[in-house]
């Protein structure tokens, strides 16, 4: 089915270990977005992606890594996981960007760290 | 930051009442975009707004968009109780402004439509 794909919907890892969040998206859009959302904040901008090889960081960069090697694929990950990273993360895609077109979202990853 | 800032923050209404919905923001768009958030799930769109539009329809909803004070607004029609979620605002800068590729998200309004 066309859509964008979160993986796994529910983690829970330790601190100081590393993990990785998966998004695959089947539309083939240019851009997409690692959101976190807490309680309080709403939803803040992680990093984003405007092309396979080209990323760049959003409001809250610091402690995750990101790479897109494949158009379809944008994974995010935790280098050393720290309980502040205990969120749930929505991964975006769009066609033109924000600027443009309207972000279409995943169902999410629960991320719990112990 | 070009946060937007949803009001009210909770927002509880009988079926078949309107419901209506604001958002700030502080500096120039390009456009803005509401979406919707049922519980446990990501957030769908609902209508984006361009800076040079002042009004737009999509079925039972209506946004408005004022530049000049820089706020915007959501109106549920005739609310359902099927429309009982959070309601986020979301702004792209303006081109000059650079990232605008970038959304924005307020925290978000939620709405709980009683049967």
């Known amino acids: 089915d066309a859509g964008i794909t979160q993986s796994p919907r529910y983690k829970i890892t330790e601190t100081g270990r590393q993990v990785t969040l998966m998004c695959h998206q089947t539309?083939?859009?240019?851009?997409m977005f690692w959101y976190r959302q807490d309680l309080g904040h709403g939803l803040r901008l992680i990093y984003y992606?405007?092309?396979?090889?080209?990323?760049d960081k959003g409001e809250v960069p610091d402690g995750y890594v990101v790479s897109r090697s494949k158009t379809e694929n944008f994974p995010l990950t935790l280098e050393s996981a720290t309980r502040s990273q205990t969120s749930v993360y929505f991964c975006?895609?769009?066609?033109?960007?924000?600027?443009?077109?309207?972000?279409?979202f995943g169902n999410g990853t629960r991320l719990t760290v112990t | 930051s070009q946060q937007g800032e949803e009001d009210p923050q909770a927002l509880s209404i009988q079926e078949g009442e309107n419901a209506t919905m604001n958002c700030s923001y502080k500096?120039?768009?390009?456009?803005l975009q509401w979406y919707r958030q049922n519980s446990g799930r990501g957030l769908v769109h609902l209508i984006l707004?361009?800076?040079?539009?002042r009004e737009k329809h999509s079925g039972r909803l209506r946004v408005t968009l004022d530049t000049s004070k820089k706020s915007s607004s959501l109106l549920i029609t005739a609310s359902r109780a099927a429309d009982t979620a959070s309601y986020f605002c979301?702004?792209?800068?303006?081109?000059?402004?650079?990232?605008?590729?970038?959304?924005?998200f307020g925290k978000g309004t939620k709405l709980t439509v009683n049967p």
């Open positions: 975006a895609s769009s066609e033109l960007g924000g600027r443009n077109s309207p972000l279409h």
């Open positions: 539309w083939s859009h240019s851009y």
């Open positions: 992606s405007a092309a396979a090889d080209i990323t």
């Open positions: 500096t120039s768009i390009n456009n």
């Open positions: 707004i361009r800076s040079n539009e």
């Open positions: 979301a702004t792209a800068a303006s081109f000059t402004q650079g990232g605008s590729e970038k959304l924005v």
